[in-house]
């Protein structure tokens, strides 16, 4: 089975930048899509980007854009999500996801989830 492990989760100030990765287990990384979500407390799991399993597509949700960049790196079975200008309203628990059919942009795409990684930006 498919095992995804985030790291690079932390607490940063406003207006920091963080860089999250996602290692995935396998041999089968570049057949994936992924994606990220993050859910605060109190709110619901929310998502934040995507790309597709050949790199050459990505979204965003219209919270992020111009300040996440999500990007993937296959010889490393790796995806990462590039945060900056983090605001304190980007403060939740961001997972990983894989989708081994459409990019994930939604959570009944997700074939597989990560544990989370806390991000916690002060004011």
């Known amino acids: 089975q498919v095992q995804l492990v985030e790291s690079g989760g932390g607490l940063v100030q406003a207006g920091g930048s963080l860089r999250l990765s996602c290692a995935v287990s396998?041999?089968?990384?570049?057949?994936?899509?992924m994606g990220w979500f993050r859910q605060a407390p109190g709110k619901n799991r929310e998502f934040v980007a995507a790309i597709s399993w050949g790199g050459a597509s990505t979204y965003y949700a219209d919270s992020v854009k111009g300040r996440f960049t999500i990007s993937r790196d296959n010889a490393k079975n790796t995806v990462y999500l590039q945060m900056n200008s983090l605001k304190p309203e980007d403060t939740a628990v961001y997972c990983c996801?894989?989708?081994?059919?459409?990019?994930?942009?939604?959570?009944?795409?997700?074939?597989?989830w990560g544990q989370g990684t806390q991000v916690t930006v002060s004011s």
């Open positions: 396998g041999r089968t990384f570049s057949t994936y899509a």
């Open positions: 996801a894989a989708a081994s059919g459409r990019t994930p942009t939604g959570d009944r795409y997700v074939d597989y």
